[in-house]
């Protein structure tokens, strides 16, 4: 600390600067390597992330199953699971997380799409990273015979002439040999004069993986068996319905019928070729296709979260992740180290800065977890190293609230006021571009979403204007 200061002496030091201590070891046990660091860091503000450093490596999911098989084995056909993955796994281990959710169902008959507007947008594959995906996607997890049917064969990618093969040794029919047909239901709409049929898309996709060499009738066969199990019900209509050869990007334009009498192979190329199932029109279509499209569960913004807590999180010994790996001189390598920071010296005024603002390689947003924060007697005692603590005039810990800067907005733009307390009449004011008006404490409490930088001040520099502190509350449990 006196080296920074013979280097940075000012008032704003004197009442801003703080120390942290910082202490990492290596994870190889001791008799291996055992090294640790202690290093001690200047700091102006304290940046107390919104969740643990844990779950800040997680993304929460919400994923929609559609079963290949539903009514003869007396099972829902749509299920909608909540699963976490870690932000720098692939989309197989979110596939993973997914089927451990459901009883008998496997990672290899699984093929993940995105939904957009009631039809499939978007293929991942199991090698995407999972941070492309975000919270608010709508991801339905189809169960089908082969997944690899549905795989980009090489020809289609690369133009490739490779030569492929029929069978798997097991005998069963190889990838090469299969297609994945994307399905979308459609109701016939009546013809207006401009001779356009209106059609909406109704329900989930189905998705499905038959021979290439299908004939119109092998397909009918297939698709009538898979809206028997998961589109009818048991008492319900079953209106008459038809297939059409659609084009990818416009499942509700006209297609070519498919002919269900035909022995004919349908000349099925592409790994993946999209149909449409059109209902007849006028009729009752069955509940499951006329249930509203699936959302996705809120997120981990919804919870609210108290200031004490985000402390004790920031005090907490924690795993660096890879992408924070740290140098171990002993061990020659980078490694995934235990990392632990305590308050060593406390600064008169005490910035604490929430971290709302969430960054990814794919992504930005605004975290609006509400905070709670006490206006006075904030203890910062359970957070500061032992030998503070311990000294022969240890210091005071509690803190005030001084000041509160708010943010209104989002990531792309928004909008700042400042609540501060008078150190004239101890009272609290707003202060909103050029207008400043006196506050309650009651609105100052309350704003618990907007609340983004706090100045919290030292008890020991309590201005007397604010009057006797009242009495402290118990934090929450923990």
Known sequence: MEAHRKRSDSRVDDLFVGLFKSEVRCPEPKESCGRESVTFDIFLSAKLPLVSSAEQRQTQFSVIILRNQGASEGKEPVVQVQVKVSKDQNVKALIEAATKEVEGLQVENCVLVELWNKKVHQFFEDTAAVESIRPEDILLLCEVAKAKAFQVSPEQRWGSTASTWSLEPDGSPSAASLC?????????????????????????????????????????????????????????????????????????????????????????????????????????????????????????????????????????????GPDDAWYCNRCKAHKEAWKKMEFHRLPPVLVLQLKRFQYTRWSRERLNTPVSFPLENLDLAPYCTASLLAAQDPPCTVYDLAALSKHIGSLGGGHYVAYCRSSEDGLWYSYDDGSVRCATVDEVESDKVGAYVLFYIRRDHRPSSFGPPSTPTPAPSL
Request: include cysteine.
């Open 180 to 320: 994945g047909a994307i399905l979308h239901h459609r109701q016939a709409g009546s013809r207006t004069w401009s001779s356009y049929a209106s059609r909406d898309l109704h329900g989930l996709p189905m998705l499905l993986s038959v021979p290439k060499a299908s004939t119109g009738r092998s397909l009918y066969a297939e698709v009538g068996r898979r809206i028997e199990e998961c589109v009818f019900e048991p008492d319900g209509p079953r209106p008459s319905w038809k297939i059409l050869r659609v084009d990818k990007w416009s499942p509700t334009a006209d297609g070519t019928v498919v002919d269900p009498e035909s022995d004919k192979a349908l000349e099925l190329k592409d790994s993946r070729e999209y149909f449409a199932v059109e209902w007849e029109e006028g009729a009752t279509l069955p509940a499951r296709l006329l249930a509203e499209e699936p959302k996705p569960a809120a997120g981990k913004q919804g919870g609210e979260q108290d200031i004490r807590t985000l402390l004790r999180l920031f005090v907490e010994e924690e795993r660096l």
